[in-house]
């Protein structure tokens, strides 16, 4: 199984994060930078791409020797770049990495003055009161890094589920070409599409189950093998990810998969409503006495405790066996009912591809309309866009939808919110656009009140249409900021504009 793009994407920020400690070429850290973005960017995996001999310089940002090292991943699964500059530090350093608000700047700061090059030296510092004296950091956000590591080291490593899906449906796909292999599901947190998962489960059925652990126990991106046995293995993959294999017999599929996909809260309330109902119910099956009565798929165990098969994204025990019990249970919405896009950046911020491609794009998807969105001017680092630059933009969307490009493009930007609750662009330009987004992006640490106070000024603008990303936070990086939701949303229903519900992985 070769390198996924995400990984080989990592392997390059990575680069360019101990590139920057190293007090490198700049340009040449931007360039390692770029190369990540483009390839996380990509619609291919570049595995392929190699193995059928493409010239990967044809890849915008791609020059030859970005291409010659993405050739050496795919072949060898490694960076020796990155592992050469990586000899140079501390094996500790990339979990000071990961945390919110430590950069490489911040980093090097840290292991040059203070020698930090661990989670346990950070937090004894914080406690000491020496990072607060350092350049560039102070009380705040000492006590932020304090808080940021302690949560670290208290919890089970979790990973973002739009990361691990690639890994996951590598896996499925090469145990799928295992000879005699008839199921193969992945189950747990990952299959209830939470937002983050731990530990990776799989689930099959085969034929020959020695050769099926063979494969899985030998996947090349393997950091170790944690557990070998005949119906079990777990291994330990060189992303931090772990995965788990159980092979299990066909008359227990369904009871297995139930059982391992969760959660815990909704199997300890399905096995309840079993007993309820004289039967016994566990991961080979649901039994009456010692007869089995279902276990080969999920519908037969739903059935048998007399509900409708429940979605996995709603196992909570959050009221969806009491909705299915009473024939309510909701309809989940899926890309089919998209119908269009009102936040979208191109490359004239910091988007990935053109007013024009994304258009088509989006038509291809048979959707009704896509609104541009650019970033406003005080994000300089993500190229916003002034009054002039916009109203440029403005023009060219017109001429774009003179042509019938099989969509409705609609106008808008993704407009600041200054710290005092204005806008970052006057109303002489925000009244000439279809959709005006306001974001908070800078400012993150104001008190609950001062922060509210900030959205809700924002929100009385007369041409605001919605609210985006309206917690802040970024999963696995950064905690929401304080705010009164509640006042928030009432205060969005009487102003009759909205608020997004965010879909983006992070």
């Not at 190369?35 to 940002?61: F, P």
């Not at 691990?164 to 008839?182: S, T």
Request: aromatic content about 4%; proline content about 5%.
């Amino acid at each position: 199984m070769a390198l996924l793009n995400q990984d080989m994407a990592d392997l390059f920020e990575e680069l360019a994060d101990f590139l920057e400690i190293k007090g490198e070429n700049p340009f040449k850290i931007r360039a390692y930078r770029n190369a990540a973005r483009v390839i996380r960017d990509l619609g291919t995996e570049l595995s392929r791409d190699v193995e059928e001999g493409r010239d990967l310089t044809e890849i915008a940002g791609i020059g030859k020797e970005l291409a010659a090292k993405i050739e050496t991943m795919v072949r060898t699964g490694n960076l020796p770049a990155l592992d050469k500059v990586k000899a140079e530090f501390p094996p500790s350093l990339p979990s000071l990495l990961k945390l919110p608000g430590l950069g490489p700047k911040r980093v090097k700061v840290l292991l040059d003055q203070l020698k930090i090059a661990t989670l346990d030296e950070l937090v004894q510092a914080a406690k000491d009161g020496r990072i607060r004296e350092l350049p560039g950091f102070g009380p705040k956000m000492e006590a932020s890094l304090l808080e940021a590591a302690g949560r670290k080291l208290d919890t089970t490593v979790r990973h973002l589920r739009a990361r691990a899906e690639p890994q996951v449906q590598a896996i499925m796909d090469l145990l799928r070409g295992v000879p005699g292999v008839q199921q193969i599901e992945a189950a747990g947190s990952f299959r209830r599409a939470k937002e983050t998962v731990g530990d990776l489960d799989f689930l099959v059925t085969a034929d020959q189950p020695d050769l099926v652990m063979k494969t899985f126990t030998g996947i090349p991106q393997i950091e170790r093998v944690l557990a070998h046995g005949e119906t079990k293995g777990s291994i330990l993959l060189k992303n931090g990810m772990q995965a788990d294999l159980r092979l299990v017999p066909p008359e227990s599929f369904g009871a297995a998969l139930h059982y391992f996909t969760g959660s815990k809260a909704h199997n300890i309330a399905t096995r309840r409503r079993a007993q309820h109902l004289g039967l016994k119910q566990n991961e080979y099956g649901v039994f009456r006495g010692e007869e089995q009565v279902a276990g080969r798929t999920e519908e037969d165990v739903f059935a048998a405790l007399g509900l409708p098969w429940i979605p996995p994204e709603l196992r909570e025990d959050a009221g969806e066996i009491e909705a299915a019990e009473q024939g309510t249970l909701p309809t989940l919405i899926t890309d089919k009912d998209l119908k269009g896009d009102l936040h979208n950046h191109t490359t004239w911020s910091d988007g990935a591809e053109s007013v024009e491609t994304m258009a088509r794009h989006a038509a291809s998807l048979g959707w009704s309309y896509l609104a541009i969105t650019d970033h406003s001017k005080r994000l300089t680092v993500a190229n916003g866009l002034d009054e002039n630059r916009l109203a440029r933009q403005i023009d060219e969307i017109a001429s774009l939808n003179a042509t019938n490009p099989g969509i409705r493009i609609l106008t808008g930007s993704e407009v600041d919110i200054l710290e005092d609750g204005s806008l970052d662009l006057p109303d002489s330009i925000l009244a000439r656009l279809d959709v005006v987004i306001i974001s908070v992006h800078s400012k993150f640490n104001l008190p609950r009140d001062k922060q509210t106070d900030r959205i809700l000024r924002a929100l009385d603008h007369d041409h605001v249409t919605f609210l985006a990303h309206p917690t802040g936070r970024l999963l696995l990086e950064r905690d929401p900021y304080e705010v009164d939701m509640e006042r928030v949303l009432d205060h969005i229903k009487a102003r009759g504009c909205f608020v997004e519900l965010n879909a983006h992985p992070l």
